[in-house]
């Protein structure tokens, strides 16, 4: 018999001590419990530390997590000898690999999407007549400025139609018919392999790295078909983009290499440290913007902002991600930047602070109604026939969307195109872009960039939810690039015509000087809208700077973005993807800090007469079945003499266990074994059964009388999962993540609106309500 001391329960394979989870076969199970002569039930094989296994659509136990990394991380730097050396460098070595290889990975993914999206995109115009799989820039390549690419021919071209009805006919016939099959392709490679490779994903990763446990979103399946499917989406002309998505990409990358070692498939919060690093190396790719993926981790993803070691790997593998990005250089031009603003002059004028205030007012407005018509999309969505017939929608969408932009040279041509042009300046060495430089021409460029961002407007709104990978960085950009291209325009314009003006007094004498630079105020623009869609304020900041290399004018950029965010927050405080976690319901804790009116705990826990408890005196294991089969709760708090608590058991412990017991139960008995949960005793009744090492060690108990606000920062800060209330040992009520989730959600109108009931378990966190515990 083993010796029954506290101190030698196991805790060199597990600290906790107890099993979590028992997943081998009824005859190997039984071996992992031992009877005493007192009818305890004691572990006996080293597997009764076995870490759980947890289910998706529940929420990880962060304390525990920690606690087994301590211990592991104990035992690998407690040997002695060469292994003493050489373990912790080969420990340390594998965590390299797995962020190395993501950085690695993501680029060369990230390079490959930008090449096949520019070779489809084009491919909806026109090919090559050295070759079909040359997009428009390959082919001709190597002319000097000014020349005519004689390469490249429209299909009405290739086919030799010489009729304008007949070449009209024919191009917009097949940029309309390619555009419908590459997102319907996208569509049915989703939803036939892959239906969590849909939308942008940064929703997801957000939840997943506050502790959600969704490992059927990061899948092989998922990544693959997200890869080829965004490429297709993007291709289509769709109002959307791939950066968001890219997010998504790399976090599968990362789980799927991180799955080859044991340690890191084990411990779920290392591999959320690792998702965190990953995301970060997927904003640098997705704008060439490393440092801009860092913040961008810490300040989006609010996940770790303390820990310097992860912002670290985070900015490493961004590094990495970066460096291979530029290797490959799919973009031609052997720089980073994507979208580079030249010909901006490197001051700026005090009267230009006006127009760019009022672009900062229009983009948190317009932020704050993209949001919300994308809202109401989403619900009515839900609620149509479009719920039962997302191919159908995809197909419509998609054949609406090109009809309309073939119509608007602005929006026929690919949205990273539009917004590299509407940052430039002109410049007579180079290509006017469809009469943007024109002077003569202002009024109509002007009606052309508004008309483009208000359909883009409400093209983004309806195409952020559609069964297609889709991200709202780009088009949000695209739309506010339009509308600062349209003031930059409407400045210029007035300083044209009256150049004499005081307003106009700090620009050059000579008129032939470039004063006002319409291209910076899409610059602004961009930012002003990004900040009132996403609500980011310093790695958005950092990724414009980044993604345009004007770093001269960053004063502008964080003056534009902390107007629209200011503006914005009037009409709600949530970006799009907080929104998005309200109405999907993830368990995510906005690190928000959460004010309350006066109210204590009492105010919103579950009181005790609602709570559903085990009583520790004892139970059969018939009782114990038909609890777990009634009530699919996270745990049971465990009391004795009806209301003294004793402890707390999660769902997981006990199913596994009683399923055991179960199997080994004498069924000839008259006498059915009672199980019990009190603290062990040499006079037990022979046939009763303790349970008490199954109880959790790490239980949060608190009084009711504390003020709501520190009790929602106990779950904040800490990343439990319930908190239980006593008053002198007897137990008062209790509170679970989901409840303080629904708390501070219940501001936001639509919270839950996306989640259906017949929904598999991994939308939905918890399958009770705070109002049914």
């Known amino acids: 018999m083993p010796d029954h001391d506290w101190d030698d329960r196991g805790f060199e394979e597990d600290p906790w001590g107890a099993p979590e989870s028992i997943t081998a076969t009824p005859s190997n199970d039984a071996e992992q419990f031992e009877l005493t002569n007192d009818h305890n039930l004691w572990s006996t094989s080293p597997r009764a530390g076995k870490k759980a296994v947890y289910e998706d659509g529940t929420s990880i136990d962060w304390l525990r997590e920690e606690a087994s990394e301590r211990a592991r991380k104990h035992r690998l730097y407690s040997q002695h000898g060469i292994r003493g050396l050489l373990l912790p460098i080969i420990d340390s070595s594998r965590l390299w690999i797995v962020l190395i290889a993501t950085g690695v990975g993501v680029g060369v993914t990230g390079a490959w999407l930008d090449v096949l999206v520019r070779w489809l995109s084009d491919l909806r115009e026109g090919r090559c007549i050295s070759g079909l799989f040359y997009n428009q820039v390959a082919c001709c390549s190597g002319l000097d400025p ?36 590459f997102s319907g392709s996208a569509a049915i490679l989703v939803l036939t392999y892959a239906p969590y490779a849909f939308h942008t994903g940064i929703p997801e990763i957000k939840a997943i790295l506050g502790g959600y446990v969704f490992d059927a979103f990061l899948g092989p399946w998922t990544l693959l078909i997200k890869s080829l499917g965004l490429a297709l989406s993007v291709a289509s002309g769709l109002s959307l983009g791939k950066e968001g998505p890219l997010v998504h990409v790399s976090c599968c990358m990362a789980y799927l290499v991180s799955r080859l070692f044991k340690d890191f498939r084990h411990n779920e919060a290392q591999k959320r440290r690792i998702l965190a690093a990953a995301a970060a190396a997927g904003i640098s790719v997705a704008f060439g913007s490393p440092l801009g993926g860092v913040l961008f981790g810490l300040e989006e993803l609010d996940t770790f902002a303390n820990e310097t070691d992860v912002i670290w790997r985070g900015f490493v593998t961004s590094v990495i991600a970066a460096v291979s990005l530029q290797y490959i250089d799919p973009f031609g031009t052997a720089k980073l930047v994507l979208f580079q603003v030249t010909g901006v002059s490197d001051t700026w004028r005090a009267f230009e602070l006006v127009p760019w205030l009022a672009l900062s007012v229009i983009g948190g407005v317009l932020g704050s109604l993209l949001i919300r018509l994308n809202i109401a999309a989403a619900i009515y969505r839900k609620n149509s026939i479009l719920r ?6 995809v197909v419509g969408v998609t054949a609406v969307t090109a009809a309309v932009s073939y119509l608007i040279v602005f929006l026929r041509v690919q949205t990273s195109e539009l917004v590299a042009n509407l940052f430039q300046e002109c410049d007579p060495t180079r290509g006017d872009f469809h009469g943007l430089c024109n002077p003569n021409a202002l009024g109509e460029n002007i009606f052309l960039l508004l008309i483009t961002a208000a359909i883009k407007i409400g093209f983004t709104a309806w195409t952020f939810g559609i069964m297609v990978p889709a991200g709202i960085f780009l088009p949000t950009i695209a739309i506010g690039a339009s509308l600062g291209r349209a003031m930059g325009l409407l400045t210029q314009g007035l300083h044209r015509a009256y150049p004499t003006a005081w307003v106009f007094a700090s620009c050059p004498p000579d008129p032939s000087v470039r004063c006002v630079s319409p291209g910076f105020y899409a610059v602004i623009g961009a930012s002003a809208m990004l900040g009132g869609v996403t609500r980011m304020t310093i790695s958005l900041v950092v ?33 799009i993807y907080s929104s998005w976690i309200a109405m999907r319901r993830y368990p995510w804790l906005a690190p928000v800090e959460f004010r309350d009116k006066g109210e204590t705990a009492a105010n919103c826990m579950v009181p005790f007469e609602r709570i559903v408890t085990i009583n520790a005196d004892g139970m059969t294991i018939t009782e114990l079945l038909d609890l777990l089969k ?9 009391v004795t003499q009806r209301t003294r608590l004793l402890g707390f058991i999660t769902r997981e412990k006990l199913k596994s266990t009683v399923e055991t017991l179960q199997s080994d139960d004498d069924t000839s ?42 009790v929602v ?3 904040q800060k800490l990343n439990v999962r319930y908190v239980l209330f006593s008053h002198t040992c007897h137990l008062t009520g209790m509170l679970t993540k989901s409840d303080v989730v629904s708390l501070i959600t219940a501001k936001f109108p639509h919270e839950g609106v996306l989640v259906d009931t017949a929904e598999p378990p991994e939308v939905v966190w918890d399958a009770r309500t705070p109002s049914q515990f």
Request: charge should be negative; include cysteine; charged fraction near 15%.
């Open 713 to 715: 920062n106990v779950f």
């Open 146 to 181: 000014g020349d005519v690419c004689t390469e490249w021919l429209t299909w009405s071209e290739w086919l030799n139609v010489r009729s304008i009805l007949g070449q009209s006919l024919l191009q917009s016939s097949t940029y309309i018919t390619l555009a419908i099959a």
């Open 630 to 638: 009634s009530h699919s709760f996270y745990g049971f708090p465990v």
């Open 388 to 393: 039962d017939h997302p191919l159908l929608e």
């Open 669 to 710: 008995s008259q006498v059915p074994p009672t199980y019990t949960f009190l603290p062990p005793t040499t006079d037990a009744a022979p046939s009763t059964t303790n349970l008490f090492d199954l109880l959790e060690e790490s239980s949060i108990q608190l009084k009711k009388e504390l003020p709501l606000e520190l």
């Open 543 to 575: 990724i414009l700077f980044e993604l345009t290399g004007a770093l001269s004018h960053v004063l502008p950029i964080m003056i534009s973005v902390m107007v629209s965010k200011w503006v914005a927050d009037v009409f709600g405080k949530d970006g």
